[in-house]
């Protein structure tokens, strides 16, 4: 069985179709069948204006314990970038990755929908 296939990404190489004559010409035969369910279920996380405005970031606290930007005391502000989902006992269960970072501060709150697959 010889598969001369088209390495090249800008023009039209028909890998497919010389895959499938390949084994056409071998006299093979193949049958794909597949069935899967996927149940879904969507979790909402609210985090409201007064939670979660400070980076839990140990570098932005200096040795004696004080902030190191003076901006963080007046204003503070951070980025939501990732979601931990526990249970009961507080064990992590699963993260959630945000597609971007969220701005978080005093004035907005944010409800985060995460969306389970299994």
Do not use: C, H
């Not at 071998?26 to 405005?53: C, D, H, I, P």
């Amino acid at each position: 069985m010889n598969l001369n296939v088209s390495e090249s990404n800008n023009i039209n190489g028909q890998n497919l179709r010389t895959f499938y004559n390949a084994f056409n010409s071998a006299g093979a035969s193949f049958k794909l069948q597949s069935e899967e369910t996927v149940t879904s279920n969507y979790v909402f996380v609210r985090v409201r204006n007064s939670e979660f405005n400070y980076s839990t970031n140990p570098s932005n606290i200096s040795g004696s314990g004080e902030l190191r930007d003076n901006i963080m005391i007046n204003s503070p502000q951070s980025f939501i970038t990732t979601v931990g989902l526990y249970n009961d006992n507080n064990d992590l269960l699963g993260v959630a990755k945000l597609s971007k970072p969220l701005l978080k501060d005093f004035t907005k709150e944010v409800l985060v929908r995460i969306k389970l697959d299994y």
